[in-house]
Nanobody
Framework: EVQLQASGGGLVQAGGSLRLSCAASGFRFAEHAIGWFRQAPGKEREGVACVRDRADQTYYPDSMKGRFTVVRDNVKKTVYLQMNSLKPEDTAVYYC???????????????WGRGTQVTVSS
């Protein structure tokens, strides 16, 4: 059974930091790109970060560059999203997803995980 479990969310003040984790199992983790997405109430889901299978390349939307960092540990089958300088507009449910390539995970991931709530207070 494929599982992607995001954790580490919570309540943080603006300017603070959080580190999210995505623990994976049930598929060939080291052969999949992993993406982080978020969805705020009333808004469309958006991509936050993506890391290729060998962690040799990462992708971020311009609005996240410099604030968010994605890293992966293929031994632990876990991907981390370090979020710094958080803003109230970063409030959302954050999800991780897996795809056979970075292109796939950024467009139509093969697998989705359950999300974790991040709330940033002003």
């Amino acid at each position: 059974e494929v599982q992607l479990q995001a954790s580490g969310g919570g309540l943080v003040q603006a300017g603070g930091s959080l580190r999210l984790s995505c623990a994976a199992s049930g598929f060939r983790f080291a052969e999949h790109a992993i993406g982080w997405f978020r969805q705020a109430p009333g808004k469309e889901r958006e991509g936050v970060a993506c890391v290729r299978d060998r962690a040799d390349q990462t992708y971020y939307p311009d609005s996240m560059k410099g604030r968010f960092t994605v890293v992966r540990d293929n031994v632990k089958k876990t991907v981390y999203l370090q979020m710094n300088s958080l803003k109230p507009e970063d409030t959302a449910v954050y999800y991780c997803a897996a795809g056979i390539s970075a292109v796939v995970v950024r467009s139509r991931p093969n697998y989705w995980g359950r999300g974790t709530q991040v709330t940033v207070s002003s």
